[in-house]
Each structure stands twice: as C-alpha cells, then as structure tokens.
Nanobody, 115 residues
Framework: QVQLVESGGGLVQPGGSLRLSCAAS????????MAWYRQAPGKQRELVAV???????DYADSVKGRFTISRDNAKNTVNLQMNSLNPEDTAVYYC?????????WGQGTQVTVSS
C-alpha cells in the first residue's frame, strides 16, 4: 500500500518562503499524478498544484507564479516550493497521489503565515 508523509510545514512571515516535501513509500513515477491540496479552517479542501506522470504541471490561480511543484524520482519525493507567502496561504497542506482508480492521501502538514 502506498504511504505518503508530508514535512516542511511551519510558521513563516508574510512574504517569506517555505518548501514542503512529500515522501512516498510507493514509486511516484508509476503514479498518473501527484498533487498538493490545502484546507484552511472552515473552508473546503482545494487543489493547489499537480504534476502529471509526463512532467506537466498546473496550479491554482491563487498560487500561480508563487508556488512550484516538482518531483524527484531518485528520492521518491514530491516537493512544493512556496514563495511570497501571504496569510491566505495558511492551511493544512496535503500530499495526494493518483493511480488508475486508486487515490492516496498524506496526513497533512500545517503552514501558518503570520507576522
């Protein structure tokens, strides 16, 4: 069974940067897509960024130009580089993997943007 573990969350000031990592027990190269979602208190979980098996990426409009999703097949990890953070980025960030009909989720890592 695929296991996903997020890390890298924490407290950062507005305008700062943070890098999240997702370690997968499975082979991420075999996944159709790897993604980062986030969920703020009282809000619905939303897609932040996705990277497909072919390497193409897509981002939510709210983070485009500020966030970058990447994949490291050798380390079997997926990363999310977050720059120019603002308070609305505060949320629990979840790693997500999809392969055929299977969907996997990590436990999440808290990101708090505050001065």
């Amino acid at each position: 069974q695929v296991q996903l573990v997020e890390s890298g969350g924490g407290l950062v000031q507005p305008g700062g940067s943070l890098r999240l990592s997702c370690a997968a027990s499975g082979i991420i190269f075999s996944m159709n897509a790897m993604a980062w979602y986030r969920q703020a208190p009282g809000k619905q979980r939303e897609l932040v960024a996705v990277i497909f098996s072919g390497g193409s990426t897509d981002y939510a409009d709210s983070v485009k130009g500020r966030f970058t999703i990447s994949r490291d097949n050798a380390k079997n990890t997926v990363n999310l580089q977050m720059n120019s953070l603002n308070p609305e980025d505060t949320a629990v960030y979840y790693c997500n993997a999809q392969r055929r009909a299977s969907i996997y989720w990590g436990q999440g890592t808290q990101v708090t943007v505050s001065s």
